[in-house]
């Protein structure tokens, strides 16, 4: 089993930064790809940025030049920097992973998630 865990939330002033963590640990082979989601009170899930196996990396146009994902390999755990925070960053944070993992029959990606993280940016 796979277990993703996160950190880093919490309540900043607009203009402000944080910094979130998700590890993954258990049973895994390698990772791919490695993605942040989020989900606000009153909008849809959407990816804000992801990195693959590369480390290249793509972000949501509302957070580009603001955010910055990154990985380290070793440790299977992913960050997710946010500077210059606004209001409208407010969100539920969740990581999300594609995990190779081994079977009797074969080598299976999976997708995994964590419990999510609370951002609040308020003043």
């Known amino acids: 089993q796979v277990q993703l865990v996160e950190s880093g939330g919490g309540l900043v002033q607009p203009g402000g930064s944080l910094r979130l963590s998700c590890e993954a640990s258990?049973?895994?082979?390698?990772?791919?790809?490695m993605n942040w989601y989020r989900q606000g009170p009153e909008t849809k899930r959407e990816l804000v940025a992801s990195?693959?196996?590369?480390?290249?990396?793509n972000y949501l146009d509302s957070v580009e030049g603001r955010f910055t994902i990154s990985r380290d390999k070793a440790k299977h755990t992913v960050y997710l920097q946010m500077d210059s925070l606004k209001p409208e960053d407010t969100a539920v944070y969740l990581c999300n992973m594609a995990v190779v993992i081994e079977t009797p029959d074969a080598y299976y990606e999976r997708h995994y998630w964590g419990q999510g993280t609370q951002v609040t940016v308020s003043s």
């Open positions: 990195i693959n196996r590369e480390d290249g990396t």
């Open positions: 258990g049973a895994i082979v390698s990772i791919n790809d």
